[in-house]
């Protein structure tokens, strides 16, 4: 900034800013030329280092491709998988196993008896079972050859799809056997009385044909049948369930519809947090704020919110809600009563003088608020229990139907156990029905197997022998299960494939941009003409202007050759079944090279080829790859590349860094070190130059004001020396 005062034409009425502008803007030519040399460094080093990162990602998978274990890869299969599967490493050798399983691992496990739970008062469920559908029909008199009986879409001609008999009585069990071999079978089953063919639905609860017409019997030979439904048929029946609320749910209530749980809690309560906590402690899928609400305001919340599948829910306005499934005669009984219990723990347990009282665990105390807690309170605290500052194997849940409380560990094995103490008459153990009159504990059990002829016993039911791991899932003491470990031709010809396909995307990428067109008319845009232009003009112009940067590049041409030449070479020295020694044996070919195509040095795979080869000689194949040697010649194909591909990156990254260090020693970053020094050198020198011109300027508007002085000073006296006169 300049410490002298400028005045800009105030005396000589010239545009001093402008003329000083324009003088500068001749000056600044230089600066532009070094900014936009410096812009061109910068796309260039970006460009580097975007062919780095591809790079980078074939050298990754070279790495890969190098490894033996990637040409080893194992497949088990098992001979019943119903009692064992298995999984095999690349260390596995190629055989046949045995395996008898005789017995899992099991973890320790207690199952506490029926609690006997208080239903809430305030809310009332009753239910209905849907029945089968059931219809019968009987033949009045013979049929004749020809005639047809259709019922629910199926059609059956006398004479041809069932034997017409002696008489009716005959005719009907002909009948009955063709309708059980109908597609009607899969739904009915047909029974004969007396003439008369019984259908009665396998599903309860479930209903054929349309509603209002549930038997249709048509054909020439309908007037041979007679429906005999208005006497012995029934209609499939909608389960239904009448959920009454005659209150407001005590906070902690636990209501069951369907498969959806919903929790009543108090948002001004202190049980639960929100309503995230609610649903989390009580196992809910949704929590209902009771707050302010009534028994039909209650009911109006659970029918607009809770979802089910398979039911519907119709809301009466009075506390009543009709729970009915979505389809007439499916379902059950979808009585919800047993899922409704009383909030509190003591409540439900029908004690007031439990209090704080505790479960002893494994020797753990486990202490609950009976008066204020749930017991689902009891079983998060169980579940988050930390022994030795870390959380324990034991696992508690409370299944509300059952109404029983379920602990069990998390793994198993014979070091596996739970142990309750007894705490007493009227103690929680005993209330939970846990406990007794004496303390119960449970053992786990460890897997007990035999693999080629040797007993073998483990903790969990995962075991590993040889790179083999044995998923059991299922005990059958003298059943041998045959695990036959092979090659996995597969996973090592799609190993292959992959890397043959990431590298023509490489040697397509590095040549599309070695022999980028160049516009070198195309420079960097000053400030000043972006200011002239668009957005989108510029975009158009920089996208020309960067293009080309890495035309012809001696590294990166280097660098595909090189590649080229590795697919392309012959490996010395294999030793193997096939001799394998350049992957045209094992099917995978270069394309021809050419200067003007980017897709030249691609590689082709023949599937049919690679994976005979794969199979055949797979030690072959993995030396092809994978064989080291300080010999170039002796040196895997994949190995070479690595080694290519390291070396290449190295040196792009001398030339262009790596744009994460704080000081960049490339070669380009160097070069834009040196011009930003420039820069700031000739911005100083261009500052001193501006303040020059306002200086020259300045003086001038000074010696024309003093001249201007003057001028006033002689033209008074003259006047003055007139009028004296």
Same mark, same amino acid.
């Given at each position: 900034m300049s410490s002298s005062l400028r005045i800009g034409g105030l005396v000589s009425g010239f545009d001093v800013d402008s003329m000083v502008e324009q003088l500068m803007k001749a000056r600044r030519v230089p600066l532009d030329k070094l900014k936009q040399q410096k812009q061109v460094l910068e796309w260039q080093s970006e460009d580097y280092r975007s062919m780095n990162n591809t790079l980078r990602t074939l050298r990754d998978s070279a790495f890969n491709m190098k490894l033996q274990s990637t040409y080893l890869a194992r497949q088990a299969t098992s =001979?019943?998988?119903?009692?064992?599967?298995?999984?095999?490493?690349? /260390?596995? +050798?190629?055989?046949?196993?045995? *395996?008898?399983?005789?017995?899992?691992?099991?973890?320790?496990?207690?199952?506490?008896?029926?609690?006997?739970?208080?239903v809430e008062s305030k809310v009332q469920a009753t239910g209905i079972d849907a029945v089968a559908a059931k219809y019968g029909f009987s033949v009045g008199s013979n049929f004749s050859d020809g005639e047809q009986f259709t019922w629910d879409g199926v059609t059956l001609v006398a004479g041809t799809d069932f034997t017409i008999g002696k008489d009716a009585k005959e005719t009907s069990e002909n009948l009955k056997k063709a309708l059980e071999e109908s597609s009607l079978g899969n739904n009915w089953t047909f029974t004969v009385s007396n003439s008369v063919v019984f259908a009665t639905a396998k599903t309860t609860g479930s209903r054929i044909g349309t509603a209002g017409n549930y038997l249709e019997v048509s054909g020439t030979g309908a007037s041979r049948v007679t429906d005999t439904q208005t006497t012995i048929g029934e209609n499939a029946v909608t389960a239904a369930t009448k959920l009454t609320f005659t209150g407001v749910p005590t906070e902690g209530v636990v209501v069951t519809i369907g498969n959806k749980k919903v929790v009543f809690?108090?948002?001004?309560?202190?049980?639960? #947090?929100? +309503?995230?906590? #609610?649903?989390?402690?009580? @196992?809910?899928?949704?929590?209902?704020?009771?707050?302010?609400?009534?028994?039909?305001?209650?009911a109006d919340a659970v029918q607009e919110s809770v979802s089910p599948s398979g039911v519907v829910i119709t809301?009466?306005?009075?506390?009543?809600?009709?729970?009915?499934?979505?389809?007439?005669? /499916?379902?059950?009984?979808?009585?919800?009563?047993?899922?409704?219990? !009383?909030?509190?723990? @003591?409540?439900?347990?029908?004690?007031? /003088?439990?209090?704080?009282?505790?479960?002893?665990?494994?020797?753990?105390?486990?202490?609950?608020?009976?008066?204020?807690?749930?017991?689902?309170?009891?079983v998060y605290r169980i579940n988050t229990h930390k022994k030795d500052g870390k959380l324990w194997d034991i696992q508690a849940s409370y299944d509300a139907t059952l109404d029983r409380l379920f602990l069990t560990t998390t793994s198993t094995g014979a070091d596996r156990e739970i142990t309750v103490k007894d705490g007493g008459s009227g103690s929680l153990s005993r209330m939970l029905k846990l406990t007794t009159d004496s303390d119960v504990t449970d053992s786990g059990s460890d897997a007990s197997i035999k693999i080629d002829g040797t007993d073998f016993t483990f903790s969990s039911n995962n075991a590993t022998v040889n790179g083999v791991t044995y998923n059991l899932k299922s005990a059958s003491p003298g059943?041998? *299960?045959?695990?036959?470990?092979?090659?996995?031709?597969?996973?090592?010809?799609? #190993?292959?494939?992959?890397? *043959?396909?990431?590298?023509?995307?490489?040697?397509?990428? *590095?040549?599309?941009?070695?022999?980028?067109?160049?516009?070198?008319?195309?420079?960097?845009? $000053?400030?000043?003409?972006?200011?002239?232009?668009?957005?989108?003009?510029?975009?158009?112009w920089e996208k020309l202007?960067?293009?080309?940067?890495?035309?012809?590049?001696?590294?990166?041409?280097?660098?595909?050759? !090189?590649?080229? $030449?590795?697919?392309?070479?012959?490996? =010395?020295?294999?030793? =193997?079944?096939?001799?394998?020694?350049?992957?045209?044996?094992?099917?995978?070919?270069?394309?021809?090279?050419?200067?003007?195509?980017?897709?030249?040095?691609?590689?082709?795979?023949?599937?049919? /080829?690679?994976?005979?080869?794969? #199979?055949?000689?797979?030690e072959g194949v993995m030396q092809l790859f994978t064989k080291s040697s300080d010999n170039y010649s002796e040196k895997g194909i994949? +190995?070479?590349?690595?080694?290519?591909?390291?070396?290449?990156? =190295?040196?792009?990254?001398?030339?262009?860094?790596?744009?994460?260090?704080?000081y960049d020693d490339s070669t380009i970053g160097k070069k834009i070190t040196e011009i930003d020094d420039d820069i700031d050198d000739l911005e100083d020198r261009l500052g001193d130059i501006e303040e020059r011109y306002w200086n020259q300027f300045t003086a001038m508007e000074q010696a024309i004001m003093k001249l201007n002085s003057q001028s006033t000073w002689l033209t008074n006296m003259f006047s003055s020396g007139s009028n004296q006169q």
């Amino acid at each position: 900034m300049s410490s002298s005062l400028r005045i800009g034409g105030l005396v000589s009425g010239f545009d001093v800013d402008s003329m000083v502008e324009q003088l500068m803007k001749a000056r600044r030519v230089p600066l532009d030329k070094l900014k936009q040399q410096k812009q061109v460094l910068e796309w260039q080093s970006e460009d580097y280092r975007s062919m780095n990162n591809t790079l980078r990602t074939l050298r990754d998978s070279a790495f890969n491709m190098k490894l033996q274990s990637t040409y080893l890869a194992r497949q088990a299969t098992s =001979s019943n998988e119903a009692l064992v599967s298995a999984t095999a490493s690349s /260390s596995a +050798a190629v055989l046949n196993h045995t *395996v008898v399983v005789n017995s899992l691992a099991e973890g320790a496990s207690i199952t506490g008896g029926e609690i006997g739970s208080v239903v809430e008062s305030k809310v009332q469920a009753t239910g209905i079972d849907a029945v089968a559908a059931k219809y019968g029909f009987s033949v009045g008199s013979n049929f004749s050859d020809g005639e047809q009986f259709t019922w629910d879409g199926v059609t059956l001609v006398a004479g041809t799809d069932f034997t017409i008999g002696k008489d009716a009585k005959e005719t009907s069990e002909n009948l009955k056997k063709a309708l059980e071999e109908s597609s009607l079978g899969n739904n009915w089953t047909f029974t004969v009385s007396n003439s008369v063919v019984f259908a009665t639905a396998k599903t309860t609860g479930s209903r054929i044909g349309t509603a209002g017409n549930y038997l249709e019997v048509s054909g020439t030979g309908a007037s041979r049948v007679t429906d005999t439904q208005t006497t012995i048929g029934e209609n499939a029946v909608t389960a239904a369930t009448k959920l009454t609320f005659t209150g407001v749910p005590t906070e902690g209530v636990v209501v069951t519809i369907g498969n959806k749980k919903v929790v009543f809690f108090s948002d001004s309560g202190s049980k639960y #947090a929100d +309503a995230s906590v #609610a649903k989390s402690a009580a @196992g809910a899928d949704y929590a209902i704020d009771i707050d302010g609400k009534t028994a039909a305001t209650i009911a109006d919340a659970v029918q607009e919110s809770v979802s089910p599948s398979g039911v519907v829910i119709t809301d009466d306005d009075n506390g009543v809600l009709t729970i009915a499934a979505d389809t007439a005669g /499916s379902g059950g009984n979808t009585s919800v009563a047993t899922s409704i219990k !009383k909030s509190t723990l @003591g409540l439900q347990l029908n004690d007031s /003088s439990l209090g704080v009282s505790s479960l002893v665990i494994n020797g753990e105390e486990i202490t609950i608020n009976c008066e204020s807690q749930t017991i689902y309170d009891l079983v998060y605290r169980i579940n988050t229990h930390k022994k030795d500052g870390k959380l324990w194997d034991i696992q508690a849940s409370y299944d509300a139907t059952l109404d029983r409380l379920f602990l069990t560990t998390t793994s198993t094995g014979a070091d596996r156990e739970i142990t309750v103490k007894d705490g007493g008459s009227g103690s929680l153990s005993r209330m939970l029905k846990l406990t007794t009159d004496s303390d119960v504990t449970d053992s786990g059990s460890d897997a007990s197997i035999k693999i080629d002829g040797t007993d073998f016993t483990f903790s969990s039911n995962n075991a590993t022998v040889n790179g083999v791991t044995y998923n059991l899932k299922s005990a059958s003491p003298g059943t041998t *299960v045959n695990v036959n470990v092979s090659q996995d031709v597969d996973k090592v010809y799609n #190993a292959i494939k992959d890397f *043959v396909d990431l590298y023509n995307t490489t040697i397509t990428t *590095v040549q599309e941009k070695t022999k980028e067109k160049r516009y070198k008319d195309y420079t960097p845009l $000053t400030d000043e003409q972006k200011e002239e232009m668009t957005e989108n003009q510029i975009e158009q112009w920089e996208k020309l202007a960067r293009q080309g940067l890495l035309k012809n590049d001696s590294i990166l041409t280097d660098i595909v050759y !090189k590649m080229r $030449t590795n697919m392309a070479s012959s490996v =010395s020295g294999i030793v =193997s079944f096939q001799n394998y020694d350049n992957l045209a044996d094992i099917g995978i070919k270069t394309a021809i090279y050419t200067s003007n195509s980017s897709e030249d040095g691609k590689l082709t795979i023949d599937e049919t /080829s690679l994976r005979e080869a794969i #199979a055949k000689d797979p030690e072959g194949v993995m030396q092809l790859f994978t064989k080291s040697s300080d010999n170039y010649s002796e040196k895997g194909i994949a +190995a070479s590349i690595y080694d290519n591909l390291s070396s290449g990156i =190295s040196s792009l990254s001398d030339k262009a860094g790596y744009g994460t260090d704080l000081y960049d020693d490339s070669t380009i970053g160097k070069k834009i070190t040196e011009i930003d020094d420039d820069i700031d050198d000739l911005e100083d020198r261009l500052g001193d130059i501006e303040e020059r011109y306002w200086n020259q300027f300045t003086a001038m508007e000074q010696a024309i004001m003093k001249l201007n002085s003057q001028s006033t000073w002689l033209t008074n006296m003259f006047s003055s020396g007139s009028n004296q006169q």
